[in-house]
């Protein structure tokens, strides 16, 4: 991929979500797969968590803007097959763990770089799943091949497309069907328009690009290579100079918006979404860009996502401001629990071993 796209790639996303701040999104909360999606879900009255209750149509940009760029470039193909019941499951892991540092990893990132150490604690817990699920992978995990969707059952692969076009039309609309946030993170956002062009741009840099900050690692940690992290790399660098150039970047711990100080539970949080992320083939944005160029299986897990974030509030498993309850601290240790057991369960050799 031409070192062009690298800089455009992170350039969009860096720049992109600081300003997505500066025009009303809540403090290093330009872009976040995790958390808009959980805020969609508060949306959709999936969880009743009244402050987090908005369609951000950020996401639903991302899904439109890489369906149109992989139909223009040909590289729409419906698939799926693969597991799809272990991926919803593996997705709904991965949520949890996002909610309880309150990110994903691209927001981890884009955390740092508004001054947020907690990033750090958090990233390297990220690193060290991605480095659990590759052990995992080396020992012949595989969750099975996709198979190509002929006739009429490819129209299941437009479906993320539809739900993003009638999101979009509902909020535009400002619809009585979803839930809107009074107060709090889901009350604030930049306009619709400025929200879904930046969606629309991005997430057809991200389907070209093939961005995925676990993928970045796992290919570097395999086979040296350094494409996705430059990316990455440059939406940090970027990301940080904007901050400091619009006077957001506040270096420390402490007083950080949508941020806690639980290290151990950042750590972990981070950690499971490595391990989940790994497993799965991608982080929480690439399964939603796979989601919109054909692949059911990364709708499946998407929807997972969802529905992960129901569980988390309606169980009290997400932290906040204050911290991680201990419901989700017992949550996120029998998740990683669930994770290793489809990580060692769906090996090749057990699987033919079952099977004979």
């Known amino acids: 991929m031409s070192s062009v796209w690298i800089v455009v790639a992170g350039l969009s996303f860096g720049l ?7 025009a009303g999104n809540p403090g290093n909360y330009g872009f976040c797969a995790a958390c808009h999606l959980r805020d969609i879900a508060g949306a959709l009255g999936i969880h009743k968590a009244a402050p987090l209750q908005y369609a951000r149509p950020e996401i639903m940009g991302w899904i439109i803007g890489a369906f149109v760029m992989s139909k223009t470039s040909g590289e729409f193909r419906p698939r799926g097959g693969s597991a799809p019941f272990i991926r919803f499951i593996l997705g709904a892991l991965m949520m949890l763990g996002a909610l309880v540092f309150l990110g994903c990893p691209l927001r981890a990132l884009l955390r740092l770089a508004g001054g947020d150490l907690n990033g750090i604690t958090a990233l390297a817990g990220f690193l060290a799943g991605i480095g659990t699920g ?5 020992n012949g995990f595989s969750l099975g ?8 059952a490819a129209g299941s692969s437009y479906l ?18 979803l839930y809107y946030s009074a107060q709090g993170p889901g009350s604030l956002h930049a306009s619709i328009l400025f929200s879904l062009i930046s969606g629309l741009i991005t997430g057809a840099i991200a389907l070209k690009t093939r961005m995925c900050l676990s993928g970045g690692f796992r290919d570097f940690f395999l086979v040296k290579d350094t494409y996705l992290l430059k990316i990455y790399g440059l939406i940090f660098l970027s990301a940080v100079f904007a901050n400091l150039f619009f006077g957001t970047f506040k270096l420390g711990f402490t007083g950080q918006p949508l941020a806690h100080t639980m ?10 979404v490595g391990v989940c992320a790994t497993l799965l083939g991608g982080c929480p944005l690439r399964q939603l860009i796979m989601a919109a160029d054909g692949n059911t299986d990364a709708g499946v897990c998407v929807l997972g996502m969802l529905a992960g974030a129901g569980i988390a509030h309606a169980l009290n498993l ?3 401001g204050a911290g991680v309850p201990f419901n989700g601290q ?6 990683l629990a669930a994770a290793f057991v489809i990580g060692w369960s769906f090996r090749e050799k057990v699987l033919i071993k079952a099977t004979a």
Do not use: K, M
Not at 162 to 170: E, G, K, S
């Open 330 to 335: 017992l949550a996120v240790g029998i998740a």
């Open 318 to 320: 997400a932290a906040s």
């Open 263 to 272: 290290h151990f539970w950042n750590f972990l949080g981070l950690y499971l």
């Open 160 to 177: 993320p497309v539809v739900f993003a076009v009638i999101l979009t039309a509902a909020v535009g609309s400002g619809s009585g069907y």
């Open 16 to 22: 992109g979500a600081v300003l997505l701040v500066q």
């Open 145 to 152: 091949r996709a198979r190509t969707i002929s006739g009429p």
């Open 134 to 138: 590759i052990v995992f992978l080396r």
